[in-house]
């Protein structure tokens, strides 16, 4: 009773391997070399392999042109294109340029948003400068509450930060 429990399991196993090694099988490519004989891998064929020879490729893979794979973004285009029927129906033309009008609208309110920040760091770092230029004294609040006067060393290092902000947001 033990030993066909045991058996059991280690042919389990095995069937659970094999099922395993046959995973990538989908994943493989088949190729007619030089002399006539039909090759199968998992890597692509060699680079001087012309198209014509080359007999199966894997789904995720593209035509090779010139014997150079096709950049990662260029192949899923490629592959989502090959996937999708090619219509030219006017309503999903229409729903995609769409899509494309509301997305340049909001990249285009990211900029106006981001250039209206910058406008008002812009007036707040000059209002600083004003304030650090003019001469009074100028306190901040410590952990405690209590306010402390910048002697000439913070007063300098916060000037330079000011100035920095205009440089960076005034332009």
Known sequence: ???????????????????????????????RDPSGHVQYSDLPPPLG??????LTRPASQ????AG????????SAAASDALSPRTTDPELEAKRKKAEAEQAAKAKADEA??????????????????TFDSGIRVAHLNAKGEREYLDDKQRADETRQVRDAIASNCK
């Open 68 to 75: 150079v794979p096709l950049p990662a973004s260029a192949a």
């Open 1 to 31: 009773m033990v030993r066909s429990i045991a058996f059991r399991n280690v042919v389990t196993g095995a069937v659970a391997a094999l099922a395993l090694l046959a995973l990538p099988a989908h994943a493989q490519w088949k190729w």
């Open 62 to 65: 593209q035509k090779r042109v």
């Open 49 to 54: 392999t012309p198209d014509r020879d080359i």
């Open 113 to 130: 948003r981001n250039a209206a920040i910058k406008a008002d760091n812009c007036a707040r770092a000059q209002s600083q400068l004003k």
